[in-house]
């Protein structure tokens, strides 16, 4: 979520006991503190920017991602999170906002066949309710059998 982005630190990024790299959330839409996994190429890319953002002098309650073009250095917004999100989709020829990025990685997740326990349980809802709809979405995706038709 943006709004949880925005409000990343420096030190909320971490490493569990088994090495799997993680956000740690403390300002979730739950209001629960939670661990957000990253994939291996989100942390390679955080780890370079938390050691920068460290050269630059960034502590531990530091803001993670901070606006560069303010002279203040100040934390990004949600605003600024749609705006570049939004900017880089149209470059490359595709309409779609921050949360598509959500329902694409669960309908993604469906497709290769994770429970939506599991699923829930990665976008952190509390019910596998919406889940189902991302099922949902990727069996008719799988089931198109026009798509098939090689001419």
Request: with cysteine; proline share 3%; aromatic share 8%.
């Amino acid at each position: 979520r943006r709004s949880e982005v925005g409000q990343l630190n420096v030190g909320d990024v971490r490493v569990d006991a088994q090495g799997v790299p993680f956000f740690e959330l403390t300002n979730t839409k739950s209001g629960l503190l939670q661990r957000q996994p990253m994939p291996s190429w989100v942390a390679e890319a955080v780890a370079v920017l938390v050691a920068q953002r460290k050269s630059e002098g960034a502590k531990h309650d530091d803001p993670l991602f901070i606006n560069y073009r303010l002279r203040s250095r100040k934390r990004v917004t949600e605003w600024l999170i749609y705006r570049t999100f939004k900017r880089y989709c149209r470059q490359l020829g595709i309409s779609a906002a921050p949360h598509a990025a959500r329902a694409t990685a669960a309908t993604f997740l469906a497709s290769e066949g994770h429970n939506e326990a599991k699923i829930a349980q990665f976008l952190r809802h509390s019910d596998t309710q919406q889940v189902a709809t991302y099922v949902k979405l990727s069996q008719q995706l799988r089931d198109n059998l026009g798509a098939k038709i090689i001419f």
